[in-house]
């Protein structure tokens, strides 16, 4: 169960990238998709750009400067059934150490062997009290308990206690409800309150309930928490976490239990806490051992280095999955690489990765992608050639719009230099152009309304942006845009009506994991 439960949450998320911004800042202009705004300690909200087309299985680039780790791959290993796959998905390379206890393990008596605490990972949840839902505690401060009770939102205590109610409390977006139920599913391992340091069995599904709790933490800025919670982790190469290492219960089954992108989402944890150099170390070392396994593949050698014959499909598939996992670990050191800024870095993982490209589309974005780094950096120049670089890639596709038509994106990257430029009424001609094509795009819209700030239409902008969360609730209600549209009312005057009107809709239409300070209520709750 744990093996289909990974991508399954892995894609939940992989819906709602995220970025910092600053208002006053150019990241202001980026484009937002989905997006979540992290606690108010935070400097600033988060925004998004999906800027990949739907049908590229690589992910996300945003392209603001606080990209999340939640990020979703589809792994070309879904596909796959069987030992084959699992031997795929699950393959690792072990430190020495850590191959001489595996071996013990495996060699030994079932209680003869029992190696040193310190080689052991002893994870143990460190939160006292569940988290609660923010948005029914403001609207009971500002409107009463009666209109509270109106709020639906489920709880921890309303789904099944397993992985399938976790999985709902998801889909719903009440992630704090999800963060309670991890912490009582870890309960049941032996893994809850008060049993960091102790000794502990591990599973697959042990470890992708720690992945799942890590991700919704991150996902809802609780990053001191996190870090707590992570530090027994940490290199993820402990022998417990390793098959072989429970012979009596796996025979002969080799690999690790821990999914792949929970060591990208651990790799990259420190960036959060602003300790860039940590979260490059640990991203390269993941990236060394994955050139390790593609070397193997390609000398003839199974993953993890063993003479296991492979069919020619199955080494080929296999060096499919790590050359995409390869993709992953440069795309989280790019995302590492511009929360510190560290410009020159970036572009360099950015160029390697178009190079190695074979896709066409992948290639125009990363191109794309690579512009808005360019804007990031205030080199108009250099933005313009990548985007036309992007242009020149962009294929007619049956029953699309001719190459020699702007699609959405090539009008967006044009309207991104405009604002650069601070020609803001031919941005927002461009911004609007991308509407005609897909009208119920946030990004766009979000675009349109900043330009129109920028131009002097204050009343304007509010409309456009009001329109759109009262018309697309299920799509508009995102911390950014809110935080935009507050923003926007405190410049006329504080609007406290339509604020409330705001978090109205928000009760209405948004679970637990929305952050209510993007509202700018002045309350005892947010003070």
Same mark, same amino acid.
């Given at each position: 169960?744990?093996?289909?439960?990974?991508?399954?949450?892995?894609?939940?998320?992989?819906?709602?990238?995220?970025?910092?911004?600053?208002?006053?800042?150019?990241?202001?202009?980026?484009?937002?998709?989905?997006?979540?705004?992290?606690?108010?300690?935070?400097?600033?909200?988060?925004?998004?750009?999906?800027?990949?087309?739907?049908?590229?299985?690589?992910?996300?680039?945003?392209?603001?400067?606080?990209?999340?780790?939640?990020?979703?791959?589809?792994?070309?290993?879904?596909?796959?059934?069987?030992?084959?796959?699992?031997?795929? /998905?699950?393959?690792?390379?072990?430190?020495?150490?850590?191959? /001489?206890?595996?071996?013990?393990?495996?060699?030994?008596?079932?209680?003869?062997?029992?190696?040193?605490?310190?080689?052991?990972?002893?994870?143990?949840?460190?939160?006292?009290?569940?988290?609660?839902?923010?948005?029914?505690?403001?609207?009971?401060?500002?409107?009463?308990?009666?209109?509270?009770?109106? !709020? /639906?939102?489920?709880?921890?205590?309303?789904?099944?206690?397993?992985?399938?109610?976790?999985?709902?409390?998801?889909?719903?977006?009440?992630?704090?409800?999800?963060?309670?139920?991890?912490?009582?599913?870890?309960?049941?391992?032996?893994?809850?309150?008060?049993?960091?340091?102790?000794?502990?069995?591990?599973?697959?599904?042990?470890?992708?309930?720690?992945?799942?709790?890590?991700?919704?933490?991150?996902?809802?800025?609780?990053?001191?928490?996190?870090?707590?919670?992570?530090?027994?982790?940490?290199?993820?190469?402990?022998?417990?976490?390793?098959?072989?290492?429970?012979?009596?219960?796996?025979?002969?089954?080799?690999?690790?239990?821990?999914?792949?992108?929970? /060591?990208?989402?651990?790799?990259?944890?420190?960036?959060?806490?602003?300790?860039?150099?940590?979260?490059?170390?640990?991203?390269?070392?993941?990236?060394?051992?994955?050139?390790?396994?593609?070397?193997?593949?390609?000398?003839?050698?199974?993953?993890?280095?063993?003479?296991?014959?492979?069919?020619? !499909?199955? !080494?080929?598939?296999? !060096?499919?999955?790590?050359?995409?996992?390869?993709?992953?670990?440069?795309?989280?050191?790019?995302?590492?690489?511009?929360?510190?800024?560290?410009?020159?870095?970036?572009?360099?993982?950015?160029?390697?990765?178009?190079?190695?490209?074979?896709?066409?589309?992948?290639?125009?974005?990363?191109?794309?992608?690579?512009?808005?780094?360019?804007?990031?950096?205030?080199?108009?120049?250099?933005?313009?050639?990548?985007?036309?670089?992007?242009?020149?890639?962009?294929?007619?596709?049956?029953?699309?719009?001719?190459?020699?038509?702007?699609?959405?994106?090539?009008?967006?990257?044009?309207?991104?230099?405009?604002?650069?430029?601070?020609?803001?009424?031919?941005?927002?001609?461009?911004?609007?152009?991308?509407?005609?094509?897909?009208?119920?795009?946030?990004?766009?819209?979000?675009?349109?309304?900043?330009?129109?700030?920028?131009?002097?239409?204050?009343?304007?902008?509010?409309?456009?942006?009001?329109?759109?969360?009262?018309?697309?609730?299920?799509?508009?209600?995102?911390?950014?845009?809110?935080?935009?549209?507050?923003?926007?009312?405190?410049?006329?005057?504080?609007?406290?009506?339509?604020?409330?009107?705001?978090?109205?809709?928000?009760?209405?239409?948004?679970?637990?994991?929305?952050?209510?300070?993007?509202?700018?209520?002045?309350?005892?709750?947010?003070?």
């Amino acid at each position: 169960n744990a093996k289909k439960s990974e991508p399954v949450v892995c894609k939940i998320f992989s819906q709602e990238p995220s970025t910092k911004y600053q208002p006053n800042d150019k990241t202001f202009f980026d484009i937002i998709s989905s997006q979540e705004q992290n606690n108010s300690t935070d400097e600033g909200s988060k925004s998004s750009g999906s800027i990949l087309p739907d049908n590229t299985n690589i992910f996300d680039i945003n392209e603001g400067p606080y990209p999340s780790p939640l990020q979703g791959f589809e792994d070309v290993s879904d596909a796959m059934n069987g030992a084959d796959s699992d031997r795929t /998905r699950e393959a690792w390379i072990p430190s020495e150490k850590t191959r /001489r206890d595996l071996i013990m393990a495996a060699t030994s008596s079932q209680t003869s062997f029992t190696p040193d605490k310190d080689n052991l990972t002893m994870p143990g949840v460190i939160m006292e009290e569940e988290m609660v839902d923010g948005v029914t505690q403001l609207v009971k401060q500002l409107f009463g308990e009666a209109e509270a009770s109106h !709020r /639906r939102v489920l709880s921890a205590n309303d789904v099944s206690q397993d992985e399938r109610g976790l999985r709902e409390l998801i889909q719903a977006e009440c992630y704090r409800a999800a963060v309670n139920l991890t912490g009582r599913l870890l309960t049941i391992f032996g893994q809850g309150l008060g049993r960091q340091g102790q000794p502990t069995r591990h599973s697959p599904h042990s470890v992708q309930l720690w992945f799942t709790r890590f991700c919704l933490l991150v996902k809802l800025g609780a990053l001191q928490i996190v870090e707590s919670e992570a530090s027994v982790w940490w290199d993820l190469d402990k022998p417990d976490l390793y098959y072989q290492f429970y012979p009596e219960l796996y025979g002969g089954k080799l690999g690790t239990m821990v999914p792949f992108q929970m /060591r990208i989402l651990l790799g990259t944890l420190p960036a959060y806490l602003k300790n860039y150099t940590i979260a490059l170390e640990r991203l390269y070392s993941v990236l060394a051992t994955v050139h390790k396994i593609l070397h193997n593949l390609e000398s003839g050698k199974s993953e993890d280095g063993s003479l296991i014959e492979l069919s020619i !499909r199955d !080494r080929e598939i296999s !060096r499919q999955v790590w050359s995409s996992r390869e993709a992953r670990v440069q795309h989280a050191i790019i995302n590492v690489a511009l929360m510190s800024k560290n410009y020159v870095l970036a572009i360099e993982i950015f160029q390697k990765l178009i190079e190695k490209n074979p896709s066409t589309n992948q290639k125009r974005a990363l191109q794309s992608a690579l512009g808005r780094v360019f804007l990031q950096m205030g080199d108009i120049m250099n933005a313009e050639k990548c985007f036309s670089k992007a242009k020149q890639l962009k294929r007619s596709k049956t029953g699309t719009l001719s190459s020699s038509t702007a699609d959405i994106r090539e009008l967006v990257d044009r309207g991104l230099v405009l604002v650069a430029q601070n020609k803001f009424e031919d941005a927002y001609e461009h911004f609007q152009k991308a509407s005609l094509i897909e009208p119920t795009n946030v990004m766009v819209l979000n675009n349109m309304a900043v330009c129109l700030l920028y131009t002097g239409k204050l009343k304007e902008a509010l409309n456009l942006l009001s329109s759109t969360v009262h018309s697309h609730p299920t799509l508009a209600l995102q911390e950014p845009v809110l935080l935009n549209i507050c923003t926007l009312f405190e410049l006329g005057s504080s609007h406290m009506a339509q604020k409330e009107d705001l978090l109205r809709l928000v009760a209405k239409y948004r679970g637990d994991s929305f952050n209510v300070s993007c509202l700018k209520l002045s309350t005892k709750l947010n003070s």
